[in-house]
C-alpha cells in the first residue's frame, strides 16, 4: 500500500469513529472529495465545491475539503471501498463501474454508485511537439507514447482508443504511464513524444506545456474513432476550442465525455442535499471558479453522462427547486447484503 492510499485510509478510518461523535456534539462532518491532479482541472472543480459548501459550515456543520488522486478509475475503487465519501470521475468510468465492464469486470458491478451531477465536458486531447514529425493518428505507431497513470480515466480511455486503432504496446517503441502532472515536461524534454490526457480546457497540463515548448494538439478522428463512438455512447466527438493554449491555433477535433460528481448510497442524504444546494443556490459563483465551468447550465447537469441513478439527497433538492418533476423516480432501493462476488 502507498503511503498517500495508507494515509487516506487512515484519515477515513479516523473520520468514521469519530463522526457519531462529532455529531453528537453538533460537531463539524468531514466530507473529503476525490479529484485528480493539482494541475488538472478536478481538483480546481472540486476545491470550487469545496469553497461554496464551506461558506455555509456555520449552517449544515460539513466541513468540505479535497483530495488530489490518480484519477478516476482510483476515485471510483475508493469510493466503492468506502475511503471516499464524494469523487469527481469521467462518465465512461461512471457507466462502466456502475455496470461491472471493463476494468471492474472482477469486482462487479458497483451497485451503490449515485450521481449528483455533472461538471465541465473533457475532451482526450492528444499532445505532440511541432517539431515531432507527428501530424496524425497514423504518425503515433513506433513513437514514445504516455497513457496516463495507473487509477486515471486517461488510461481507460486511450485503452478504448488503441483497441479500437487496433494498437497494443507492441505497436509502441515506449508506452509511458506518467501522472499528469509529469507529461508536460517529459513532452517537453524530449522523453516522450506524446502523451494523452482526458481532461476539461483549460487546463495547467496544457498550459505548462505550451508555455515550456511548441506544442501541438493532435486531431482524433478517423473511421476507427467513427466505430468507437458509434459502439460507445458515453463517447461523444467533441472540439477542442482554437487559441487556448500558445501554438493551439486552429479547433481540434477529437472525442470525449463528461466530468461527473458521483457519490455512493451509503452518504447521507443530509450531506448530499447541502453539497448539492451548496453549489446550485450559487451557480452563478461557481461558474467563475475555472473558465472550464463558463458554459454550465443547470438543466444538463443533471443528465448529461449521468448513468448511476441520482442520490436520494440530490434529487430531493431538484425536486425542491423545481429543477426535476416532483414524479421523477427515485433510485432503487439498495441492496445491503454483502455481495458474494467482492
Ligand atoms: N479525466 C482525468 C481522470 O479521470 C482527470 C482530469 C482532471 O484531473 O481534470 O483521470
Redesign the pocket.
Known amino acids: 500500500m502507498s503511503v498517500n492510499r495508507y494515509r487516506l485510509c487512515l484519515l477515513s478510518l479516523a473520520s468514521l469513529l469519530l463522526a457519531p461523535l462529532a455529531q453528537a456534539a453538533g460537531e463539524n462532518q468531514a466530507l473529503t472529495i476525490g ?3 493539482v494541475t ?4 480546481p ?1 472540486g476545491g470550487a465545491i469545496c469553497r461554496l459548501v464551506n461558506k455555509e459550515q456555520p449552517q449544515h456543520r460539513i466541513r468540505c475539503s479535497i483530495v488530489s488522486t ?4 482510483y476515485n471510483l475503487q475508493q469510493l466503492r471501498d468506502g475511503r471516499l465519501a464524494v469523487a ?3 462518465s465512461d ?1 461512471q457507466y462502466l463501474a456502475f455496470q461491472g465492464l471493463d476494468g471492474f469486470a472482477e469486482t462487479g458491478p458497483f451497485d451503490k454508485l449515485r450521481s449528483l451531477f455533472s461538471l465541465h465536458p ?1 475532451s482526450l486531447t492528444l499532445v505532440v511537439r511541432q517539431d515531432g514529425g507527428i501530424r496524425t493518428l497514423a504518425d503515433l505507431p513506433g513513437k514514445r507514447l504516455d497513457i ?1 497513470n495507473p ?4 488510461r481507460s480511455s486511450m485503452a478504448a482508443l488503441m483497441q479500437a486503432q487496433g494498437w497494443d504496446s507492441s505497436a509502441f517503441s515506449l508506452l509511458a504511464s506518467l501522472p ?1 502532472a509529469e507529461r508536460a515536461r517529459a513532452l517537453c524534454d524530449g522523453k516522450i513524444d506524446a502523451f494523452a ?4 480546457h483549460p ?1 495547467g497540463t496544457l498550459k505548462e506545456a505550451s508555455s515550456s515548448c511548441n506544442i501541438r494538439l493532435l486531431p482524433v478522428a478517423g473511421p476507427a474513432v467513427d466505430s468507437l463512438l458509434q459502439a460507445h455512447p458515453y463517447f461523444s466527438p467533441v472540439r477542442i476550442p482554437a487559441g487556448l493554449y500558445r501554438g493551439a491555433d486552429e479547433e481540434v477535433a477529437t472525442f470525449g465525455v463528461q ?1 461527473t460528481l458521483v457519490t455512493s448510497a451509503d452518504l447521507p442524504d443530509e450531506q448530499a442535499y447541502q453539497l448539492v444546494k451548496s453549489v446550485f443556490d450559487n451557480f452563478g459563483q461557481f461558474k467563475r471558479l475555472h473558465p472550464a465551468f463558463a458554459l454550465l447550465k443547470k438543466e444538463t447537469l443533471l443528465t448529461q453522462g449521468l448513468s448511476a441513478p441520482l442520490h436520494p439527497g440530490a434529487l430531493r433538492y431538484y425536486r425542491e427547486v423545481g429543477l426535476l418533476p416532483s414524479d421523477e423516480p427515485s433510485p432503487p432501493p439498495v441492496d445491503t447484503t454483502e455481495k458474494t462476488r467482492r
Open positions: 479529484t485528480g491532479s488538472g482541472v478536478y481538483y472543480a490518480p484519477g478516476s478509475i469527481v470521475v469521467q468510468t473533457e496516463g487509477g486515471s480515466g486517461d499528469a490526457y482526458m481532461v476539461g487546463s466530468a
